[in-house]
């Protein structure tokens, strides 16, 4: 598995983001010529605004099939991903089976993870976590990249985009060009610290 930590920048073209080679044009004028299949681009968190936007722009290219996670099939977010021609498959990012089941036949994944976390019951509506801390937050977060870095190695897929967060250029200090440091007592915003963690692991 080819795996990449970085954001994902929709503006780019999807084939050069993702690294995938577009199908092949059909030969002309033959009747037993038969289109290779587009390959399958798996995005979780797809209800999300970003994994929405994502989902979208690999659509309306043409060249791929979507397969896009959410924890709902009855949101309106859901909705909006069924009407732009996207499959969309329940697969909850704290279920490693699910996810596991959800990339099989996946040429790429691309992984977004959500700093709640938080489930939907059967009729839609969300389940709060009981502890909101800042450390059971960061927890949930990193625990869901692990459990798709983890479900993307064990179905194979080819190629991997995990959604991150950027760092300035810089760790923790380091120097910048202007000889700025990044001072350690000062936490980054824990959705950042999160996003950091899951990219250890690709490491």
């Known amino acids: ?23 092949p044009t059909p030969a ?3 009747t037993t010529s038969i289109p290779a299949a587009k390959p399958l681009v798996v995005c979780t968190s797809a209800g999300s605004l970003e994994g929405l936007g ?28 069924e009407a732009i021609g996207a499959e969309v498959v329940v697969a909850d990012n704290h ?15 691309y992984g977004i993870t959500t700093w709640s976390g938080s489930p939907f019951a059967a009729d839609g509506s969300v389940r709060r976590p009981a502890d909101v801390t800042s450390e059971s937050l960061l927890a949930s977060e990193v625990a869901q990249g692990l459990n798709i870095i983890a479900a993307a190695e064990a179905a194979d897929v080819g190629h991997f985009v995990l959604q991150s967060m950027h760092r300035g250029g810089l760790r ?3 120097p910048s060009a202007d000889g700025h440091r990044v001072d350690a007592s000062v936490p980054a915003p824990l959705h950042h610290r999160a996003k950091w963690r899951q990219e250890e692991a690709l490491r």
């Open 1 to 23: 598995m080819t795996a990449v930590a970085s954001v994902l920048l929709l503006s780019l073209p999807l084939a050069r983001a993702l690294a995938l080679p577009r199908p």
């Open 28 to 30: 002309a004028a033959t």
């Open 172 to 174: 923790e200090g380091e």
């Open 54 to 81: 994502f989902c979208r722009a690999a659509v309306s290219s043409g060249a791929y099939r979507v397969r896009a996670l959410t924890r709902s099939l009855t949101s309106a977010r859901t909705r909006q991903l």
């Open 95 to 109: 279920d490693p089976a699910a996810l596991e089941a959800a990339f099989a036949g996946a040429a790429a994944v």
